[in-house]
Each structure stands twice: as structure tokens, then as C-alpha cells.
């Protein structure tokens, strides 16, 4: 059984900003989707890179987030809605050889949206996590899900990705993994 994690995967989390997240219906439930999120994704060994909406105005990514990505992780400031237009972004994914995105964060009509669209078009493997993401209003997310499906981006829960990504119950981080899921229940 292999280790490593699959090979040219990350999980990008898009503008999870406290200004953000403190106006979303359910911004609390998807902070907590997206720390289980980022914490498998550093137990795994998959890159997390940050993105953050004018964060001179809006402010910085929710802190328990980067801090339960440790210290490799890249973040990214932005104006441009979709995170392709972050400067430097594009040339991290290449440096790396991404060529499966998994995305989460806000906001599921604009940004999430707007940044899975362009890694279709980039040719990358697009998967939204579908308990990790939300918006202001809960049936523009579901149209906008529903769009990404049909361009060919694959909508999932955070467990069955990272539960993939194990395989079996006897790889090595199985065990630390189900404690994370228990503790972001």
C-alpha cells in the first residue's frame, strides 16, 4: 500500500475570511468542513494553497485554518474573483504539476465557481467539496453546483475524498484521519 498521496493532488480553500464567513448562513458549519479539510489534506501530505479576497480590506484567512495547515502552505491575495487571477497562483499549481484541484471555501456563486470554471478550462481535474463550500443564498449554490457538474467537475463530501485518498483501513493514517472526522462531527 502506497503512502503517498495521489500524485498531482491540492486542495485550494478559497477566501475563507472571517468578513466572509461571519455573513454566511452557514459559515460556521463549512469552517469546520474546511479545518477537516486542510488538517487531512497536511496528514496526507497534500499541498494546501490559500486564496484571500483584498485581504488589505477584508483581512487574512481564518486562522484556525492556517494554522491547522502548518507550514507549507502558500497563500495568495487576490482582487480577481476567481482565484486563477491571483498572482503567482497559476505558477505554484505548475511548479507543483497539479492535476486535480480540490476546492472549498466561499463563495459558491462567485468565487468557487468563477476559480472551478477556469481549472476545467486549464484542463485540471475539478473536484468541489460539497460540505466545505457555501453562499449567502442556499439556491444559487445548488444552481451553481449543478452548472459545475455539468462542465465536468465532480461534486463530493470532504470524507469521501479523503477516505479515497486511504483506501484501506491499514494505511498508515487511517487511524489519525477517523480522529479528525470524529472531531469535526
Known amino acids: 500500500m502506497s503512502e503517498a498521496p495521489a ?4 486542495l485550494l480553500v478559497v477566501d475563507l475570511q472571517p468578513t466572509f464567513l461571519k455573513i454566511m448562513p452557514a459559515g460556521e458549519d463549512c469552517l469546520r468542513r474546511c479545518r477537516l479539510a486542510v488538517s487531512a489534506a497536511q496528514l496526507l501530505g497534500v499541498p494546501v494553497l490559500f486564496t484571500e479576497q483584498v485581504p488589505a480590506k477584508l483581512g487574512p484567512t481564518h486562522p484556525v485554518l492556517l494554522q491547522a495547515a502548518g ?4 497563500v495568495f491575495g487576490k482582487t480577481a474573483f476567481s482565484a486563477f487571477g491571483a498572482p503567482g497562483l497559476v505558477e505554484a499549481l505548475g511548479k507543483m504539476q497539479v492535476s486535480q ?9 462567485v468565487c468557487v465557481y468563477q476559480t472551478a470554471m477556469d ?8 473536484t468541489i467539496l460539497d460540505d466545505a463550500v ?3 443564498r442556499a439556491e444559487d449554490v445548488c444552481t451553481c453546483l449543478t452548472a459545475l457538474k455539468a462542465a465536468g467537475a465532480h461534486v463530493l463530501p470532504v470524507e469521501t475524498i479523503f477516505y479515497a485518498m486511504l ?3 491499514t494505511h498508515p493514517q487511517f487511524r489519525a484521519f477517523s480522529e479528525l472526522v470524529k472531531q469535526s462531527a
Do not use: K, N
Open 101 to 109: 484541484l480540490l476546492i472549498c471555501g466561499l463563495e459558491v456563486p
Open 167 to 169: 483506501g484501506d483501513a
Open 134 to 136: 457555501t453562499g449567502r
Open 71 to 74: 507550514e507549507g502552505r502558500a
Open 7 to 10: 500524485a498531482g493532488v491540492a
Open 119 to 126: 481549472a476545467l478550462r486549464e484542463g485540471m481535474g475539478v
